[in-house]
């Protein structure tokens, strides 16, 4: 019904940056919030930021404010993490995860793939 594809990924070093993008196709009347997700090694799946469809933002954790923004394209249906100044407790796999208003009028949620980011020297 809906696919997720994220790309951006990937291995850089402390300091460094990566844009994540995640973008959805499929069959869906429209997009509603979109989120970034991560899980670290050993670690369970946690929220990092949401924006609306309208362009509101909330950063869930607090280690990435001032240095994580999240943006989107509603004409492409696309989210986007732009990440600065990583650090090696960045390294996780990145998740999106979308709302989607089938045409069913049913509302559900999809997650993308996983990409990968390591921060390492």
């Known amino acids: 019904q809906v696919q997720l594809v994220e790309s951006g990924g990937g291995l850089v070093q402390p300091g460094g940056s990566l844009r994540l993008s995640c973008a959805a196709s499929?069959?869906?009347?429209?997009?509603?919030?979109m989120g970034w997700y991560r899980q670290a090694p050993g670690k369970e799946r946690d929220l990092v930021a949401t924006?609306?469809?309208?362009?509101?933002?909330?950063y869930a954790d607090s280690s990435v404010k001032g240095r994580f923004t999240i943006s989107r394209d509603n004409a492409k249906n696309t989210v986007y993490l732009q990440m600065n100044s990583l650090n090696p407790e960045d390294t996780a796999v990145y998740y999106c995860r979308a709302e989607a208003m089938l045409y069913t009028l049913t509302v559900k949620y999809f997650w993308g793939q996983g990409t990968l980011v390591t921060v390492s020297s």
């Open positions: 499929g069959s869906f009347f429209r997009i509603g919030d």
């Open positions: 924006i609306t469809s309208g362009g509101s933002t909330n």
